[in-house]
């Protein structure tokens, strides 16, 4: 139910600093340490390459994903689409593991590439938040969400539950295999999810930013680098799904290669600056698109901060970042929504799971 909230996509990105929480208590043992099933991570240790598949939002967990399992892991991951995926297989490497990743645990697109590759042999995991989902029954292994249920059919909750999943499949295979991954991830998610609360408590002044950049423009961008582009993927599709505005997703450095031609003056260019490694060349880009007349909403991390800057998220480890500086994001797409009559939580044309190819 969604009590006194006015839709249920506001109501689901309340609920995740408390999903946060959830995950980091159920994944968590008796001496504070965190756990995945040994089997998963013998499945993992055993396999040479992960393959990452997954639809929509749940793809773009998966980018972000990667870099958890091959930086804390150092196993290597690649991160495929579902739909392309059955006749666009790459030569798969010896060892393959498959990690499906879907709210629903239904959608076709990623239930086709299951079959598929149990036909041929190959071990597969599910992260869904549905137990007993089609995806969850006909894979080997499964690791839960523990979201509750997702029902405004723009995914928010299940995203950053999805990238607190794979963190903690990602240290608990690093630890298995003596890798020091240089933090106490229990630790790292608390301070996230005190962080998720701090955002969700800055609702005015999202809003407010989002009535000054989104509410009359036709289309808007996304930039980033590092993995503020695949966060930026991420809220460029919350954008268009439900406001209906074009919005699409740059990785910073591939603007001047051709994008940058569809600047004009006002167009919103939303620039995510939460990496210290490349906050200077974002900082570049951003210049480089107010040059040719673009309004610049910065939103960047603490510390990084600059006084041009729009909107400042807290301090996380930085390799967590994308879990929330993608909460300004949801929330303003949820109020270019509200603000230009949309139907927040039934977007036209889209449903909730997608059960047909
Ligand atoms: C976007 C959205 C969709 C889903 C996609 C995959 O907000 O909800 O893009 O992420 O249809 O769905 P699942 O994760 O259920 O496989």
Do not use: W
Not at 8 to 33: A, C, F, H, S
Not at 41 to 65: C, M, P, Q
Not at 139 to 164: M, R
Not at 196 to 212: A, F, P, Q
């Amino acid at each position: 139910e969604k009590g006194t909230y006015p839709h249920y996509m506001l109501k689901e990105i309340d609920e995740q600093p408390l999903v946060m929480r959830k995950i980091i208590q159920t994944y968590q043992n008796g001496q504070g340490q965190l756990t995945i099933d040994p089997e998963i991570i013998a499945a993992l240790n055993e396999s040479d390459r992960v393959y990452i598949i997954a639809a929509g939002t749940s793809y773009h967990a998966g980018l972000v994903g990667k870099q958890f399992i091959e930086k804390m892991a150092k196993i290597p991951v690649e991160v495929h689409i579902s739909s392309e995926f059955g006749y666009n297989m790459p030569l798969l490497s010896e060892k393959p593991l498959f990690i499906f990743i879907s709210q629903s645990g239904e959608t076709a697109d990623s239930r086709a590439v299951l079959v598929q590759v149990k036909e041929m042999g190959y071990p597969a995991l599910t992260i869904t938040n549905v137990p007993g989902s089609t995806l969850s029954r006909e894979a080997d292994y499964t690791l839960l969400l523990h979201a509750g249920p997702e029902i405004a059919v723009a995914s928010t909750k299940a995203y950053t539950a999805q990238l607190a999943v794979l963190a903690i499949l990602a240290e608990v295979a690093a630890k298995s295999r003596g890798l020091e991954v240089g933090f106490n991830l229990v630790r790292e998610l608390g301070i996230v999810a005190n962080a998720i609360e701090v955002l969700c408590d800055s609702k005015e002044l999202i809003e407010h930013i989002s009535r000054e950049f989104l509410s009359v423009t036709r289309n808007c961008f996304f930039i980033g680098r590092a993995v503020d582009y695949y966060v930026g993927l991420e809220g460029a599709l919350k954008l268009k799904e439900i406001s209906y505005i074009q919005a699409e997703g740059f990785a910073g450095g591939e603007l001047k290669h051709g994008t940058i031609a569809l600047i004009e003056e006002g167009t919103p260019v939303i620039a995510l600056a939460t990496q210290e490694s490349v906050n200077l060349s974002i900082r570049g880009n951003i210049k480089e698109v107010v040059a040719r007349g673009a309004n610049p909403c910065i939103i960047s991390m603490k510390g990084l901060n600059m006084d041009e800057d729009s909107f400042v998220i807290p301090e996380v480890n930085e390799l967590l970042t994308p879990l929330i500086s993608v909460i300004p994001l949801q929330l303003l797409a949820y109020y270019a929504a509200l603000h230009r009559d949309c139907d927040v939580d039934k977007p036209r044309n889209l449903a909730k799971s997608v059960t047909v190819e």
